[in-house]
Structure formats: structure tokens, C-alpha cells
């Protein structure tokens, strides 16, 4: 699958969530995003997961994070490519409550010229709770459900009906 290390930082932010400490990552820092929430320190980790992730996967050239003030290019010689549109860690709040929250994304074809999204390639959601869930619909032909075994891959379980 092209996207295995974006898959690959949901394990990684999975695995924070489950041992490591969770009032030091649902902790307040000084910051706010771009819907003016104060940032907790699991979404600057989810955050910088992600972008580590998809900056080396070829073809990506960039992304729109909520933690974020815009679109960032990881080539700014770039005319076309894919960007990723994400909510690092949607429902940060939750954690000290250790309630599910999850990330959502979208990758998408994108012309910097223009400044225009031409289609959706993918889009999903990963959601981190007592198990972990990835949820994804490649060019908008189905949606399909994957779970987190104890090897740390993402297994096939079913595809969703429409």
C-alpha cells in the first residue's frame, strides 16, 4: 500500500496513547490551533508523527494540519502532487478521561499553480480506544475496516455496505 507509513504513525500514536502517561500527553501547552483550542501535548506528538510520516512518501507534497496555520509544501518547486489534510488528534480533550479519540484525514491530488484540489484519493479516520480501528474509502468506491492486532499491523476485517 503506498500509504503504509501514514498507517504506520497511526500504530505509533496508538501505541503513545496506550503507554505512556496520559496527564502528561492530554496536558495544556501554551499553543493554540487553528480552531483556537489550546494544544495538548498528544496533538503536537500526534502532529509531528504524521508529518514525519507522509513527508517521505513519494508523491506527497505537502499538508494542511488543524495544528497549523496553512498549507505547508514540502517542495516548494512542486506544481502538482498529493497533499494530506488532517486532524492529528481529534477529541484530544477525551484522553484524560481516557475516552476513544481518533485522527481523521484526507489525501488528496492537489496543483499549487492553482491552488486547487482536483480529487480525493483517499480518506479515513483512525480511532484509538480500547482497540484500534482504521477506516478508509480509496477513491470513493468503498469503505473498508481494518483493526490493530497484537503484532502491530492492521488487519483486514470487512468492508462497510453502502
Sequence with gaps: MPFD????????????LRYKD????GSDTSQTNTSQDIQKNI????NTEIIKAISGIEGIIGYISEEEEKLVLFNK?????QIVIFDP?????????????GTIYGIYNYNV???????IVETGYSIYGPSTLLVRSINNEK???FSLNSNNEFDYVSDLST
Design 5 to 16: 507509513p501514514l498507517y504506520k504513525a497511526f500504530i505509533n500514536i496508538s501505541t503513545t
Design 89 to 101: 488528534l481529534d477529541g484530544s480533550k477525551n484522553v484524560f478521561s481516557d475516552i476513544t479519540v
Design 43 to 46: 496533538d503536537i506528538l500526534a
Design 22 to 25: 496520559i496527564f502528561t500527553l
Design 143 to 145: 469503505v473498508s475496516i
Design 113 to 119: 499553480e492553482k491552488d486547487t484540489i482536483i480529487d
Design 77 to 81: 518547486d512542486a506544481k502538482e502532487g
